[in-house]
């Protein structure tokens, strides 16, 4: 299977730590997005990359997070000193590069974190 | 502002049955695609049905068909011979003029045997 993977996918954590989530892309997708999925919500959009450069933060996107895509492959999203607020599933989805919003994203299974 | 509304929490069905999932947005784009997600329980996401602004024909996908009304900005979904496997989550969700998604609140659908 070729889609979008995520790890772990699951985490609990005590508040004040800090978790870092990784995003493997479908490989040819030179596109990455993050989104945060509250319980009974539609995801929220994060952040995204085109190939290893950050082209948007969402304002949700406070100092204690951080993302990054190294070599425009994997991503990862970093929550430092963890709040209970966090707790969230954390989505990634990837496209490949079209026209602004033509192209479909491909969403992996998302990692649910639980921050006691 | 960019907006998605998805005003039925929940819908239910009975297998075989057809049901209408309401979404409407706002955009002052001319130009743009319109997507409905489905997230089954404990899931990931999935394409269902994509439409693109510019065609006025509605797209359709096997049982999964969207009646577009760009001036009232409705993009509904029809599920025709619900199964089981329907049951889930259904977002609607567009890109207004970038490439993130914009989700509404989502539609829990319960389809019954």
């Known amino acids: 299977d070729t889609g979008v993977s995520q790890n772990p996918r699951h985490k609990i954590t005590k508040r004040g730590q800090n978790v870092t989530f990784r995003c493997d892309p479908i490989?040819?997708?030179?596109?990455l997005y993050w989104y945060r999925q509250t319980l009974g919500q539609g995801p929220e959009f994060l952040t995204y990359?085109?190939?290893?450069?950050?082209?948007?933060k969402s304002r949700l996107l406070s100092d204690r997070f951080s993302a990054e895509r190294p070599k425009g492959s994997f991503s990862t999203l970093e929550i430092q000193r963890t709040e209970q607020g966090d707790s969230a599933m954390y989505l990634c989805?990837?496209?490949?590069?079209?026209?602004?919003?033509?192209?479909?994203?491909?969403f992996g299974p998302g990692t649910r974190l639980l921050v006691l | 502002a960019q907006t998605v509304t998805q005003s039925q929490p929940e819908m239910s069905v009975q297998e075989a049955e057809t049901v209408t999932l309401s979404c409407t947005y706002d955009?002052?784009?001319?130009?743009?695609?319109l997507f409905w997600y489905k997230q089954p329980p404990s899931r990931q996401m999935i394409l269902v049905i994509r439409?693109?602004?510019?065609?006025?024909q509605n797209a359709t996908e096997n049982r999964f068909s969207v009646n577009f009304q760009k001036a009232a900005k409705s993009f509904s979904l029809k599920i025709s011979d619900s199964q089981l496997g329907d049951t889930a989550m259904y977002f609607c969700?567009?890109?207004?003029?970038?490439?993130?998604?914009?989700f509404g609140t989502g539609t829990r659908l319960q389809v019954f045997p």
């Open positions: 989805a990837s496209s490949p590069k079209r026209a602004e919003g033509q192209e479909t994203q491909y």
């Open positions: 490989s040819e997708h030179n596109r």
């Open positions: 990359f085109q190939n290893e450069a950050q082209l948007e």
């Open positions: 955009t002052s784009e001319n130009n743009y695609y």
């Open positions: 439409q693109e602004a510019y065609k006025q």
């Open positions: 969700a567009f890109p207004p003029n970038t490439d993130k998604l914009i």
